[in-house]
Structures are given as structure tokens and as C-alpha cells.
């Protein structure tokens, strides 16, 4: 069974540009969550997709903007990158009725902006 | 708004138990979440707990007491691999947004 899939593992930017991450979920899971972590940091919550819709939305800016596909699967997408943007970006997938089952987390995605 | 807090680190001895604790303040509560975090990995699901009481499974439990806004994963039987970061989380809405708290780093010595 697999788990949470993301692509790609490790990424360098220069500030300014945009970037597109991918992910797709647990096989059986509905829901796609997408949170930020910084070194020595929680993951910090950016927004939750279900239907392919935005559920719900964290405190990050306009520049943050994703996308779920009808498979579940989903995107990332950060404009104009900032140094700040550097980060572990996390998938985490889950069942939209299933809350106590918790997150399943993918590997990441390592963004470092130069 | 949310506040979580869990200490910084930890230290424990192969074989002891140890307990990390999680305060929290938030707004619509709806469970409250422990993950373990190894260096450079992906955060794992450990326990779940919506009402107070203690929830045992294996060599983890965890307790939760909603009146306080307090939480705590107890480990016994300490191993080196569970030398890691622990995650405190609480759910705001049913499977919406958790949000974590910035980890307890738990090292065990030999």
C-alpha cells in the first residue's frame, strides 16, 4: 500500500521565481493537507484540500496557491520566492471522516531559495 | 488563536520511561495528536485522544485533560530508536487543520 508520494525531494530556487510541488496521497484517502517547516520548527499549517476545493487556509500569503486533482493528488505552488520560503514542505494526507486516524505525512520536499 | 508548549528537549536512559509533556490554549478543540518525527523524516502518527483519560498502545500512551489544556506521551521501555523529535497537535475541526506545537527532541543514552 503506498503511502504519501512527493515530488521533488530536494529543490533550489532563486528568489524571485516560482515553484510547483506535488504530491499525491495515501491510496483510500480523500483529503490533502500542505504544511511548511522550518528548521527546529512544528509544521506549520498552509491549507487543506478536499473535493478539490480549499477547506480551510492558514496564515500564509496570496503567494501561496495549490490545486487537488479529481485522483486526490495535488500541487504547491509558491510565486515570487523569498529567502524566507526555504523550508520543508510536507503533504499530509488523511480521510475527510476519519479525524482520529491522524495524518499520513509524506517524505517532503526540501526548497531552498538563494 | 493557538499556543502549544512542550519542552525543547529531553534526555532519557535506555530502558527507563520517560514523559513529554503538552500544554495547550486553543479554539475549537477536536483531538488532540502525538507524532514522532526521526531527524530528516516525515512525521508519524503515534496516539489520538478527544476525551480525557488515558490511551495505552504498546510502550506508548498518552493522556489528555481537556479542563486543563494538557496533555501528556508517556514511553516506557525506552529504546535508542525512539531517540527523535515528539509533536504535540491539536485539531481544530473534524480532519481540518492541526496545529503543532515545536517538538520535544528526546534523546536516549545508553
Known amino acids: 500500500d503506498a503511502g504519501v508520494t512527493q515530488s521533488p525531494t530536494h529543490l533550489i530556487k532563486t528568489r524571485g521565481q516560482q515553484v510547483t510541488l506535488r504530491c499525491s496521497p495515501k491510496?483510500?484517502?480523500?483529503?490533502v493537507s500542505w504544511y511548511q517547516q522550518a528548521l527546529g520548527q512544528g509544521p506549520q499549517f498552509i491549507f487543506q484540500?478536499?473535493?478539490?476545493?480549499?477547506?480551510q487556509r492558514g496564515n500564509f500569503p496570496d503567494r501561496f496557491s495549490g490545486h487537488q486533482f479529481p485522483n486526490y493528488s495535488s500541487e504547491l505552488n509558491v510565486n515570487a520566492l523569498w529567502l524566507g520560503d526555504s523550508a520543508l514542505y510536507l503533504c499530509?494526507?488523511?480521510?475527510?471522516?476519519?479525524?482520529?486516524?491522524?495524518?499520513?505525512f509524506g517524505s517532503g520536499t526540501r526548497l531552498t531559495v538563494v | 488563536g493557538q499556543n502549544i508548549d512542550q519542552p525543547t528537549e529531553m534526555t532519557a536512559t535506555e530502558g527507563a520511561i520517560v514523559q513529554i509533556n503538552c500544554t495547550y490554549q486553543?479554539?475549537?478543540?477536536?483531538?488532540l495528536f502525538w507524532y514522532q518525527q526521526h531527524a530528516g523524516e516525515a512525521p508519524t502518527f503515534l496516539s489520538y485522544?478527544?476525551?480525557?483519560g488515558l490511551e495505552e498502545k504498546g510502550r506508548f500512551s498518552s493522556f489528555l485533560s481537556r479542563s486543563k489544556g494538557y496533555s501528556y506521551l508517556l514511553l516506557k521501555e525506552l529504546q535508542m530508536k525512539d531517540s527523535a523529535s515528539y509533536l504535540c497537535?491539536?485539531?481544530?475541526?473534524?480532519?481540518?487543520?492541526?496545529?503543532f506545537g515545536d517538538g520535544t527532541t528526546l534523546t536516549v543514552k545508553p
Open positions: 499530509a494526507s488523511s480521510l475527510v471522516d476519519r479525524g482520529r486516524d491522524g495524518y499520513t
Open positions: 491510496s483510500g484517502h480523500d483529503t
Open positions: 484540500y478536499y473535493e478539490e476545493e480549499e477547506r
Open positions: 486553543t479554539s475549537g478543540f477536536n483531538g
Open positions: 485522544n478527544v476525551l480525557d
Open positions: 497537535a491539536v485539531g481544530n475541526t473534524n480532519a481540518g487543520k492541526s496545529t
